[in-house]
């Protein structure tokens, strides 16, 4: 099974801040990975799949990154609605894995 | 409206039986393989089980095979999960998401979700 880590698990950023999350594979999983936001009380969102393609409907600001067992999702400007929990997700191999999650808090 | 709507949700006693269902509007549901995710209370996300567009292949998570079976009914537009032998490890709520197209095992389209608790 592959595990994903990621880092921090919590950030505690201001509106227009540029965000930075970490998602790290324990093996090689080639641009196989996908983001997801969630906030409270409703279901993930994808943003990002095969590493750093942008899902329909995602503005910009949101950005993925990496390849391997390194991947990156940044936010290049928070916006209000962007504070949530992000999770990163792999379609390597069975079973599907996610990460633990990132929380996005308001400073 | 694309939509997915999830039911079969409740409380169960340990050892006991639940199938959830998942109705599928606005898109062809048989041209989509489907999943069962899984969040229990406060914690992430856990992908439970995968079928493929004609249930000729499907996967499950460790933690649920041989307890749980998923299936699908394209003259219906509905996903299912039979979950037996519940564990109170099981409570969480339950997602059905849809395959990003095109893209493999991504989930672009989502539930609301229906809230499983397993407790005597």
């Known amino acids: 099974e592959i595990v994903l880590t990621q880092s921090p698990a919590t950030l505690s950023l201001s509106p227009g801040e540029r965000v930075t999350l970490s998602c790290r594979a324990s093996q090689s999983i080639s641009t196989y990975l996908a983001w997801y936001q969630q906030k409270p009380g409703q279901a993930p969102r994808l943003l990002i799949y095969?590493?750093?393609n942008r899902a329909t409907g995602i503005p910009a600001r949101f950005s993925g990154s990496g390849s391997g067992t390194d991947f990156t999702l940044t936010i290049s400007s928070l916006e209000p609605e962007d504070f949530a929990v992000y999770y990163c997700q792999h379609r390597g191999n069975w079973p599907l894995t996610f990460g633990g999650g990132t929380e996005v808090e308001i400073k | 409206e694309v939509q997915l709507v999830e039911s079969g949700g409740g409380l169960v006693q340990p050892g006991g039986s639940l199938r959830l269902s998942c109705a599928a509007s606005g898109f062809a549901f048989s041209a989509y393989p489907m999943n069962w995710v899984r969040q229990a209370p406060g914690k992430g996300l856990e992908w439970v089980s995968y079928?493929?567009?004609?249930?000729?292949?499907?996967f499950y998570a460790d933690s649920v095979k041989g307890r749980f079976t998923i299936s699908r009914d394209n003259a219906k537009d509905s996903l299912y999960l039979q979950m037996n032998s519940l564990r109170a490890e099981d409570t969480a709520v339950y997602y059905c998401a849809r395959d990003h197209e095109g893209a493999g095992v991504y989930f672009d389209l989502w539930g609301q979700g229906t809230l499983v608790t397993v407790s005597s």
């Open positions: 079928i493929s567009r004609s249930s000729s292949n499907i």
């Open positions: 095969d590493a750093s």
